[in-house]
T-cell receptor
Framework: EPEVTQTPSHQVTQMGQEVILRCVPI?????FYWYRQILGQKVEFLVS????????KSEIFDDQFSVERPDGSNFTLKIRSTKLEDSAMYFC????????????FGQGTRLTVV | QKEVEQNSGPLSVPEGAIASLNCTYS??????FFWYRQYSGKSPELIMF????GDKEDGRFTAQLNKASQYVSLLIRDSQPSDSATYLC???????????FGTGTSLTVIP
């Protein structure tokens, strides 16, 4: 069964360093998302991406964050200068369409900023 | 602010019983509603989605939607210990393509 894959599964980085989280969405899906979940808290929307551009972003997704689809398969989230409060589980998701279509989540990348 | 509220629980039911999970949402224009299951340390896994008022059944799971009351629920019949997880309600307000999640309800099925 097709699935969203994320790498790495766990990333430890020093405060102020840049990190890139990688995702391979399901191949026939057109909409891609990043969500995060701080330990013990709700899943929060960061950004959605369609047709090679950001279609929607939340207040969390500030100038420190960027997304890119560098080739036909990968979808990346970059955090330019990590802060302690960026420590969270980051989930990539994809869907065929928007709105009514369900999103399928990858297994997540646990980011720990020290 | 579009809110999705869930009773955080924990909810405990004996094996074989019916577990009832509830969710309310604030955006009256919301059109799509999803239930995800999340095991500890794992990613959300889609269980069901519902768009229309009424009930939708899939195996042991039934989703119920009442748009007038802005209420969506998930019933799990014949609960199994493997159903023990956190259940996330997610709502798409139809004004964009993001999902708003509730904080989740922790369910424990006692053997």
């Amino acid at each position: 069964e097709p699935e969203v894959t994320q790498t790495p599964s766990h990333q430890v980085t020093q405060m102020g360093q840049e990190v890139i989280l990688r995702c391979v969405p399901i191949s026939n899906h057109l909409y891609f998302y990043w969500y995060r979940q701080i330990l013990g808290q709700k899943v929060e929307f960061l950004v959605s991406f369609y047709n090679n551009e950001i279609s929607e972003k939340s207040e969390i997704f500030d100038d420190q964050f960027s997304v890119e689809r560098p080739d036909g398969s990968n979808f990346t989230l970059k955090i330019r200068s990590t802060k302690l409060e960026d420590s969270a589980m980051y989930f990539c998701a994809s869907s065929v369409g928007q709105g009514k279509d369900e999103a399928f989540f990858g297994q997540g990348t646990r980011l720990t900023v020290v | 602010q579009k809110e999705v509220e869930q009773n955080s629980g924990p909810l405990s039911v004996p094996e074989g019983a019916i577990a009832s999970l509830n969710c309310t949402y604030s955006d009256r224009g919301s059109q799509s509603f999803f239930w995800y299951r999340q095991y500890s340390g794992k990613s959300p896994e889609l269980i069901m989605f519902i768009y229309s008022n009424g009930d939708k059944e899939d195996g042991r799971f039934t989703a119920q939607l009442n748009k007038a009351s802005q209420y969506v629920s998930l019933l799990i019949r014949d609960s199994q210990p493997s159903d023990s997880a956190t259940y996330l309600c997610a709502v798409n307000p139809n004004t964009g393509n993001q999902f708003y999640f509730g904080t989740g309800t922790s369910l424990t099925v006692i053997p």
